[in-house]
C-alpha cells in the first residue's frame, strides 16, 4: 500500500530546492499562512511571523516495507529515521542516541486510580541525560551539523540545558546555555558537569528565552545554534518519536487518551502531530484519541484559557516546584487549546502539594521515581478521573518526562522509617517487626 505526502499544512506551492541533507524533510511551512520557505535555520514566517514547522514528502513510502524497516530499525529514535528530518546515515554519527524508552504497564497505579481500561507511564527518564529533552537536541544537533553551526546553545528550565551539554559533548560542538539563576542545584549540576559554559541570568525562564532571541539577532551569536530558537522546526519534531513509539509499543494502535505536561505546549502538540502521521501513513487504524494537559496551578496559563474558553492564553509569572513546566509564556499554547477541543480532551492543573502527592503515589504503585513534571501529569489523571471527564474504561496513557533524582528538593521531606540499635529488641520497639 503506497501513501499520500504528509505535509503540515494544506499549502503546495513547490519549494526550492535545499542544500541540505534533511531526509524527507521537504520544506519549512508556517503554521497560520500556509506560506512555505525552504529549509534553513529560520523560525518564524516572514509574511505572518507564525511559527514553521517542517513538510515531509512521505509519497515514496509502502505502508508494510515502512513498517518493516522501522522494527528492524536500532532500538532507539533513529528505528524512525524515515519519518524525521535527518539524513539516512544519522545512526552512524555521534549521538546520544535517545528514545525506545520504556512504556510500563501501570495496573497498581490503575487500581490505585480505579482505572479499567488499561492504564500505562511512557517513562522517559530512561534518556541518557534522564529527560525527554534529550529526544528534541538528538534531532537539533543533526540540523546544527546541516547548517555549519560550531556552537550549540538553548534557554532552558534544566533538562534541556543537560541534555544540550551530553550531546554537544558527544558530537564535538562547543555548548553554551542559558538558565534561569535560581534552578535545582541537580539540574544545575547535571548541566555543568558536561564542561560547556552554563550561564545563570537573573530572572525567570521568559526573560532567558528573551535574551536567547536578542543574542541570536546580535554579531555575538553569529554560528550558534539555538535549539529551541533557530532550530526550533528541528528540534520540535523529535517529540513525535514519543507518539510513534507509544503506538508500536501498543501493538502499532493508537491509545485512547493520553495526558501530557505542558510547558512551551510543543511536546503535546508534536505527540499529535505524530500521530495523524501514523494514521495517514497507515501504520495504525484511525479511530478517535483524546490529549489532555496538565500544568501546574502556580503555571498554569493554558489551563485558565482552556477554562475560561477562550482562544488565547494570557502570559502568568510563574510560582510553582515545577520548574520544567514553569514557562508563563508558552509559544504553542493556542495550539494545545485548538488540540483539546478538537480531541475531545482538557487541559487542567494540580497544586503543589497534590504534585509531591503523586510523585509519591506513583513512586509507591510502580517503583517510577518521577521528577515534578511526572507528578503533574499523574496528579491530573487523578483529578481528571475523579471529576469524570477521564475515562476510566479506555486504554490510558501517562507521560513521565524526567527522573525524580533532579528534583529531590520536591520530595526532601520523605526519609528514613525510624532509626533502631543495632538489636532486636530495638526493632521490635519501633514497631517494624
Not at 520544567?324 to 480531541?343: E, K, Q
Request: glycine share 10%; hydrophobic share 40%.
Amino acid at each position: 500500500m503506497a501513501v499520500q505526502t504528509v505535509e503540515s499544512t494544506t499549502d503546495t506551492t513547490a519549494s526550492p530546492a535545499s542544500p541540505v541533507d534533511l531526509g524527507p524533510a521537504a520544506a519549512l511551512n508556517c503554521r497560520e499562512c500556509g506560506h512555505r520557505v525552504p529549509l534553513g535555520p529560520v523560525f518564524a514566517c516572514e509574511e505572518c511571523f507564525g511559527p514553521l514547522e517542517i513538510a515531509y514528502d512521505f509519497s515514496a513510502y509502502d505502508t508494510e516495507e515502512l513498517r518493516k524497516r522501522i522494527e528492524a530499525g536500532p532500538a532507539n529514535i533513529w528505528r524512525y529515521a524515515p519519518l524525521l528530518p535527518v539524513p539516512a546515515d544519522v545512526a552512524d554519527k555521534p549521538n546520544i542516541n535517545p528514545g525506545w524508552t520504556k512504556l510500563v504497564k501501570a495496573d497498581n497505579l490503575a487500581r490505585e486510580l480505579g482505572v479499567t481500561g488499561g492504564l500505562y507511564v511512557k517513562d522517559d527518564s530512561g534518556n541518557p541525560t534522564h529527560s525527554f529533552k534529550d529526544r528534541v537536541v538528538a534531532q537539533a544537533i543533526e540540523a546544527a551539523r546541516a547548517f555549519g553551526f560550531t556552537t550549540l546553545s538553548c534557554s532552558s528550565t534544566g533538562n534541556l540545558a543537560g541534555a544540550v551539554g551530553a550531546a554537544a559533548a558527544r558530537a564535538g560542538f562547543r555548548s553554551c546555555v542559558f538558565i534561569p539563576h535560581d534552578l535545582e542545584q541537580g539540574k544545575v549540576v547535571m548541566a555543568a558537569v558536561y564542561g560547556g559554559e552554563l550561564v545563570g541570568i537573573e530572572g525567570n525562564y521568559d526573560d532567558v528565552n528573551r535574551f536567547c532571541s536578542e543574542l541570536i539577532g546580535d554579531s555575538a551569536g553569529e554560528g550558534w545554534g539555538f535549539v529551541n530558537v533557530n532550530l526550533r522546526p528541528y528540534y520540535a519534531e523529535g517529540s513525535k518519536t514519543l507518539a510513534y513509539e507509544i503506538c508500536e509499543q501498543l501493538g502499532w494502535r493508537l491509545p485512547d487518551q493520553l495526558v501530557v505536561p505542558i510547558a512551551s505546549g510543543s511536546q503535546l502538540t508534536k505527540i499529535d502531530k505524530g500521530l495523524q502521521e501514523l494514521i495517514k501513513l497507515g501504520l495504525v487504524e484511525d479511530k478517535p484519541y483524546k490529549i489532555f494537559g496538565a500544568q501546574a496551578e502556580g503555571c498554569s496559563p493554558v489551563s485558565t484559557a482552556y477554562k475560561a474558553g477562550h482562544d488565547v492564553v494570557r502570559p502568568q509569572k510563574p510560582d510553582t516546584i515545577a520548574k520544567s513546566l514553569a514557562i508563563g509564556n508558552p509559544a504553542d499554547g493556542p495550539y494545545v487549546l485548538d488540540i483539546a477541543r478538537r480531541t475531545g480532551g482538557a487541559v487542567e492543573d494540580v497544586t503543589d502539594e497534590q504534585v509531591v502527592d503523586a510523585i509519591k503515589l506513583l513512586a509507591r504503585t510502580e517503583g517510577i521515581f518521577a521528577e515534578t513534571a511526572g507528578g503533574v501529569t499523574v496528579g491530573v489523571t487523578k483529578k481528571l478521573i475523579e471529576d469524570g471527564v477521564l475515562d476510566p474504561s479506555l486504554t490510558t496513557v501517562v507521560l513521565n518526562t524526567g527522573d525524580g533524582l533532579k528534583t529531590l528538593d520536591a520530595v526532601a521531606g520523605t526519609g528514613l522509617t525510624a532509626t533502631i540499635r543495632p538489636n532486636l529488641d530495638s526493632f521490635r520497639e519501633a514497631g517494624l517487626a
